[in-house]
C-alpha cells in the first residue's frame, strides 16, 4: 500500500511564501514522475509542477518563475517552494506520484493540504 503525506500548507499574504512537503512510503518498485496539482473551489484539478526521476521539470505557465519544485529521490520525497504568492494561488494542493510497473503506470494521491492566500 502507498501512501502519501503532505505537510506545510496554510494561509499566507499576496507576496509571501509557502513552502510544501510530500513524502512517500510503502511498497514502490519505481517512482517516475512526483509533482503537485490544485484545486480551486468550483474548478477543476490542475497540474503545478511535476519532476522526472531524470530530473525534467514542468510547471503551469501561471507559476513559472514563482514556485520551484525539488525531489530526494532516496527519500522519496517531493517539495514545493512558493513564492511571490497571489490570491489565485489559493486552493488545495494535492502530492502526485507516478510509478511504471511493466507496461503499467500507477498513479497515487495525497490527501491534500489547503493553501490560502489573502490579499
Known amino acids: 500500500q502507498v501512501q502519501l503525506v503532505e505537510s506545510g500548507g496554510g494561509l499566507v499574504q499576496a507576496g509571501g511564501s509557502l513552502s510544501l512537503s510530500c513524502a512517500a512510503s510503502g511498497n514502490i518498485r519505481s517512482i517516475n514522475v512526483m509533482g503537485w496539482y490544485r484545486q480551486a473551489p468550483g474548478k477543476q484539478r490542475e497540474l503545478v509542477a511535476t519532476?522526472?526521476?531524470?530530473?525534467?521539470?514542468d510547471y503551469s505557465d501561471s507559476v513559472k518563475g514563482r514556485f520551484a519544485i525539488s525531489r530526494d529521490n532516496a527519500k522519496k520525497t517531493v517539495d514545493l517552494q512558493m513564492n511571490s504568492l497571489k490570491p489565485e494561488d489559493t486552493a488545495v494542493y494535492y502530492c502526485?506520484?507516478?510509478?511504471?510497473?511493466?507496461?503499467?503506470?500507477?498513479?497515487?494521491w495525497g490527501q491534500g493540504t489547503q493553501v490560502t492566500v489573502s490579499s
Open positions: 502526485n506520484l507516478e510509478s511504471d510497473v511493466g507496461w503499467n503506470t500507477l498513479t497515487y
Open positions: 519532476l522526472t526521476s531524470a530530473g525534467n521539470a
